[in-house]
């Protein structure tokens, strides 16, 4: 059964950095693309960024680029999200998964970021 964790998450001032943590087991995803998302209350789940089965391509939300990067370790099951310079716009609540995952797909408790201004 696969199981995906979201951590790394808090409270953070405006300009801080968060660095977030996509752990997954039951099932490797080493030959995925992966994704981080995030929802805020009332609003659809968006795309943030993605990457690569073997982490030679990226992409990422407009409204982050040049603040996050994506990245992932295969050996760990792990992808991870480095967030910098965050700003009060971003707050949400994180998700990762299959970059092709859709709402009736599994998703995890995700990872909650407030930043504050």
């Known amino acids: 059964q696969v199981q995906l964790v979201e951590s790394g998450g808090g409270l953070v001032q405006a300009g801080g950095s968060l660095r977030l943590s996509c752990a997954a087991s039951?099932?490797?995803?080493?030959?995925?693309?992966m994704g981080w998302f995030r929802q805020t209350p009332g609003k659809a789940r968006v795309v943030v960024a993605t990457?690569?089965?073997?982490?030679?391509?990226?992409y990422y939300a407009d409204s982050v680029k040049g603040r996050f990067t994506i990245s992932r370790d295969n050996a760990k099951n792990t992808v991870y999200l480095q967030m910098n310079s965050l700003k009060p716009e971003d707050t949400a609540r994180y998700y990762c998964?299959?970059?092709?995952?859709?709402?009736?797909?599994?998703w995890g408790q995700g990872t909650q970021v407030t930043v504050s201004s």
């Open positions: 990457i690569s089965w073997n982490g030679g391509n990226t």
């Open positions: 039951g099932r490797t995803f080493s030959g995925y693309d």
């Open positions: 998964n299959r970059r092709r995952a859709t709402l009736s797909d599994y």
